[in-house]
T-cell receptor, first 112, second 117 residues
Framework: GENVEQHPSTLSVQEGDSAVIKCTYS??????FPWYKQELGKRPQLIID?????GEKKDQRIAVTLNKTAKHFSLHITETQPEDSAVYFC???????????FGKGTHLIIQP | DAGVTQSPTHLIKTRGQQVTLRCSPI?????VSWYQQVLGQGPQFIFQ???????GRGNFPDRFSARQFPNYSSELNVNALLLGDSALYLC????????FGTGNTIYFGEGSWLTVV
């Protein structure tokens, strides 16, 4: 099955700076990579996803890049704001019809 | 439009008891998946159902079972509860099967917080 590694586990940045979270995956056949944001006590919410036919996707201050050769994908948040503080999870399809395999999460802290 | 709805939101059970969690997918979605999220970890896949058939199963013991009804709602059952089953149980829905290669987006419900004492 798929193995997803996520780094760092905790990331603290100054408000207004950029944040980058990185994930690697093991199965070269994986073709869909979503990112979820989870605030304390809440459900994970999809913030952006990318399919393997593109290398980058942007949505306002959020972008995701994908390097299929190296089997890694990254989340980029620019001009960070206090409301960006949360735990972020990357994911990739598991083998067969097994849903998604999630990374262990990154706790993003935005310092005022 | 209603999102994914789950019930109950919180519950406390005793070791050895059984629990049933319920989920209604987004209108028009035919696939329901269940995930377990232990505090401080990412969600772990338990089951996926599509068109009332089990399409995938994660690495969970047989104490965990699920089913999907004709209206696409779903139930997750856990028997012989252990302390380690304490977690947030998330239901997710998608338009179609989220199998490998489909790239179908899944949307989570608010979850059911289960505490086993």
């Amino acid at each position: 099955g798929e193995n997803v590694e996520q780094h760092p586990s905790t990331l603290s940045v100054q408000e207004g700076d950029s944040a980058v979270i990185k994930c690697t995956y093991s199965d070269s056949a994986s073709n869909y990579f979503p990112w979820y944001k989870q605030e304390l006590g809440k459900r994970p919410q999809l913030i952006i996803d990318i399919r393997s036919n593109v290398g980058e996707k942007k949505d306002q201050r959020i972008a995701v890049t994908l390097n299929k050769t190296a089997k890694h994908f990254s989340l980029h948040i620019t001009e960070t704001q206090p409301e960006d503080s949360a735990v972020y999870f990357c994911a990739a399809p598991s083998g067969g019809a097994d849903g998604l395999t999630f990374g262990k999460g990154t706790h993003l802290i935005i310092q005022p | 439009d209603a999102g994914v709805t789950q019930s109950p939101t919180h519950l406390i059970k005793t070791r050895g008891q059984q629990v049933t969690l319920r989920c209604s997918p987004i209108s028009g979605h035919k696939s329901v998946s269940w995930y377990q999220q232990v505090l401080g970890q990412g969600p772990q896949f338990i089951f996926q159902y599509y068109e009332k058939e089990e399409r995938g199963r994660g690495n969970f013991p047989d104490r965990f079972s699920a089913r999907q009804f004709p209206n696409y709602s779903s139930e997750l059952n856990v028997n012989a509860l252990l302390l380690g089953d304490s977690a947030l149980y998330l239901c997710a829905s998608s338009l179609a099967s989220t199998g490998f290669g489909t790239g179908n987006t899944i949307y989570f419900g608010e979850g059911s917080w289960l505490t086993v004492v």
